[in-house]
Structure formats: C-alpha cells, structure tokens
C-alpha cells in the first residue's frame, strides 16, 4: 500500500463546504472538499472536546518467548493532535532483539541512559509512537495523468485510515515525557489559597469549590489559544517530547528501558543477561471517556 499525504494535516484553517446547484458542473476536487469538510469538523470536535491521546487499548508490552523478547502493541485507539482518529485493529509485534542488532552502535550508546532511582543500573531508552498514515487501495482504471500516453493507467479507488507505529531510541541527555494537556483546575496558587484561609472554617470548603470551577472556566477561555499558538502558517509546531524532523502529530505510546552495560568502543551496548525490560505505559497521555468519568464522580 502506498502512504498518502493528508490534507487535514496541511492548515489549522477550517475548510468551506461545497454549495450544490442544479446544473452545477462538478469534478473530482468538489467531492475531495465535500470529504474533507465533514472529516474537518469531526477532527475540530474530537480535539477540542478531548484532547490528544490514548482513547483505549494500546497498551505496551514486552513477552519473553522462544525467539527472544518481543514488543506487543495490543489493538486500540488514539486521538492525535488535530483530532483524527488513530486505530490499531490487531495486536502488532516486534522482534526486540532483531531491532536491537539493527541499530548502530553509536545510536545505541548514545541512548544508554543511568537510571535515576538506581545509579547502578544503565538502560538504553527507546519510545514507541504511533501517527495516523492513509493508504492507497483497489486501483481501478482511470485516465492517464501527466505528459504521457498510458493504455494501462490506474488509480486508487479506495484510502484506508491506518496507523503507523515506530520504536526511536532516545539520545537526549534528559528524554522529555508528554506533559498534561490541562492544568488540574484543583490546585489552587498562593492567592487563591489566601481567599481560602481568610475566612471562616465553615466556609471555606464552599469557597474552594467556587475557584476549582472558576479555574474550570478560565481554562475553557484560554484553550483557543493555546491550540492556535501550536501552528505557524500551515506547519505544527512539535512538542517537547518529539524527536527532530518526526511527525509532529505523532502520539506518545510507552517508554522502554532496556537494561545494557557499556562496551569497549564502536561496540553497541551489551544487554543485561536476565534483566527484565520495562515499559512504561503511564506517562502517556489519556482521552478519558465520559462514561468513565461519570463512574468516577459516582453517577
């Protein structure tokens, strides 16, 4: 299948939708803009009702087997981060050890990182990712395009909304981790704090509650901006946590520590024999459905 460009990632601009007449001549653009409107507003909406993230599934997981340790990425959904939806529909796997040999060697040791609760211990850290990619399919016959003759010419008459994952070894002195998309409207600063602890005992539950739904409001009014300042013309900016030249749009999936210690030099690191590799699944950030919530606040 061949990967096409997508024409939601090129502007933060809203597009117009087609206005239809009797008589109108149409062609192949008009029913381009016709998809593209729908699938623009249902991508403003998702974005901006949940944000980016982990919507279900997608967990991350190393199995010992046979063949040596194999990465898992069982099947789920993301939202990424101008709102398409991302799916993985079946569990994809990955030969760690095969990956791990195919590596350079300096990239390897470039990523070999000192554990932070454990000096002791070294791991290479690598993070996977996954993007949305739509795919060509069914070609059917079509006329030739461009300055040439084609008795044979095809098009696609199909794309597949599908889901690109990626395992990228981290070589910053300090990884960054995706930060939360919103501020906890429940932590209070140091004036807020003082609007509390001037009154009474008896009222001071109700005038927290009163700036934790203050804070709620303040958040909704700024979030406009705080979307709009991530693109400049029809480029994303990425975030901290992406690597240089990656998709901007891609979703954080897990962290993995794989334990190594150094080799001599031009030598990759060499694995720990019997050290478990970890994953961190928790750092990535999480569209919680509203039934979710609702469990949670009791209804």
């Not at 249902?42 to 340790?69: I, K, Y």
């Not at 095969?98 to 390897?108: C, E, I, K, R, V």
């Not at 932070?116 to 996954?130: C, I, M, R, S, T």
């Not at 409001?217 to 013309?233: C, K, L, M």
Request: charged letters at 25%; proline letters at 9%.
């Amino acid at each position: 299948m061949t990967l096409i460009a997508d024409p939601l990632g090129r502007t933060p601009e809203p597009p117009d939708r087609v206005a239809y007449s009797v008589g109108m001549m149409l062609d192949v653009d008009d029913f381009g803009a016709e998809q593209l409107y729908h699938r623009s507003r249902l991508a403003r909406a998702l974005v901006s009702s949940f944000g980016s993230g982990t919507l279900a599934g997608l967990r991350v997981e190393v199995v010992a087997g046979s063949n040596g340790d194999e990465l898992r990425v069982n099947p789920g959904l993301a939202i990424d981060r101008i709102g398409r939806l991302i799916e993985v529909p079946r569990t994809c796997c990955l030969r760690l050890d095969d990956w791990y040999l195919n590596q350079s060697p300096t990239a390897l040791s470039d990523a070999l990182h000192v554990d932070a609760a454990d000096p002791a211990v070294q791991n290479v850290l690598a993070d996977v990712f996954v993007r949305f990619v739509a795919c060509e399919r069914e070609p059917i016959p079509a006329f030739a395009q461009g300055p040439f003759d084609a008795t044979d010419a095809t098009r696609p008459g199909r794309l597949r909304d599908s889901a690109e994952l990626r395992l990228l070894l981290r070589k910053e002195a300090a990884p960054a981790l995706p930060a939360p998309e919103w501020t906890d409207p429940r932590v209070l600063n140091a004036a807020q704090l003082a609007e509390v602890d001037v009154l009474p005992a008896a009222e001071q539950a109700a005038k927290r509650d009163e700036i934790v739904r203050r804070n709620a409001r303040d958040a909704v009014f700024t979030a406009w901006d705080r979307r709009e300042s991530a693109w400049h013309g029809d480029e994303l900016d990425p975030e901290p946590f992406h690597l240089p030249n990656q998709d901007p749009t891609s979703v954080f999936l897990a962290r993995i520590s794989i334990p190594a210690q150094p080799a001599a030099a031009g030598e990759p690191p060499v694995r720990t024999v019997g050290a478990t590799v970890l994953v961190d699944n928790r750092s990535r950030r999480f569209v919680m459905p509203a039934g979710l919530l609702a469990a949670g606040l009791g209804q």
